[in-house]
């Protein structure tokens, strides 16, 4: 099983710019959440999704949008890069919105100059 | 709100010896709480949680955690690390009264020694 692929893995912007990570998994979950890892932060929620076609903000939702169409793919965008955006996201599914476990895709490093 | 404390950034042993990764946790609700592990350029993996019931869990990788209420900790053990284990790990805690989001702590690195 493929669990949670995120594309691209690398991707380096200038400020300005804007561009789209897909997250796609085949687990038929229905919650899908995507966050940033920065050095000694831990990791922050952007957004998340409940479910096909609804979404929500989370920790730190300024500056991207989110579109969930079909359930297994969940986009995040940045309209515009700040250098601020700097960092690797993560995009996760769950079966559950409370006991179920995350599963991970294997991430996405985003550099904006 | 919720939140994670993971007091140590770092904790190092020696191959061989018992290993101890401390995590703190504050929640409104019932606690559900999971330990992830991060391999160097990888994404995270679920290693173990705690539902309800028996306080100790068992884990993959031979990793278990003990669930205290009263302290309101979690804290992941192994009774003998390996230098296998090296990697950057995380608790994460999620309730019944905050619609599914986890709340992760900075993650502590571990390291193991030959």
């Known amino acids: 099983n493929a669990g949670v692929t995120q594309t691209p893995k690398f991707r380096v912007l200038k400020t300005g710019q804007s561009m789209t990570l897909l997250c796609a998994q085949d687990?038929?979950?229905?919650?899908m959440y995507w966050y940033r890892q920065d050095p000694g932060m831990g990791l922050r929620l952007i957004h998340y999704?409940?479910?096909?076609?609804?979404?929500a903000k989370g920790e730190v939702p300024d500056g991207y949008n989110v579109s969930r169409l079909k359930k297994q793919n969940f986009l995040l965008g940045l309209e515009s890069a700040a250098p601020s955006q700097t960092s690797v996201y993560f995009c996760?599914?769950?079966?559950?919105?409370?006991?179920?476990?995350?599963?991970f895709g294997e991430g996405s490093r985003l550099t904006v100059l | 709100a919720q939140s994670v404390a993971q007091p140590e950034d770092q904790v190092n042993v020696a191959e061989g010896n018992p290993l101890t990764v401390k995590c703190t946790y504050s929640?409104?609700?019932?606690?559900?709480l999971f330990w992830y592990v991060q391999y160097p350029n990888r994404g995270l993996q679920f290693l173990l949680k705690?539902?309800?019931?028996?306080?100790l869990v068992k884990g993959s990788y031979g990793f278990e955690a003990e669930f205290n209420k009263s302290q309101t900790s979690f804290h992941l053990k192994k009774p003998s690390a390996l230098v296998s284990d090296s990697a950057l790990y995380f608790c994460?805690?999620?309730?019944?009264?905050?619609?599914?989001?986890?709340?992760f702590g900075d993650g502590t690195t571990l390291t193991v020694k030959p």
């Open positions: 996760a599914s769950s079966y559950s919105t409370t006991t179920g476990e995350l599963f």
């Open positions: 687990m038929n979950h229905e919650y």
């Open positions: 999704s409940v479910g096909e076609g609804t979404t």
């Open positions: 929640v409104s609700g019932n606690p559900y």
């Open positions: 705690y539902i309800t019931g028996d306080n």
């Open positions: 994460a805690v999620r309730s019944n009264t905050n619609a599914g989001k986890s709340t």
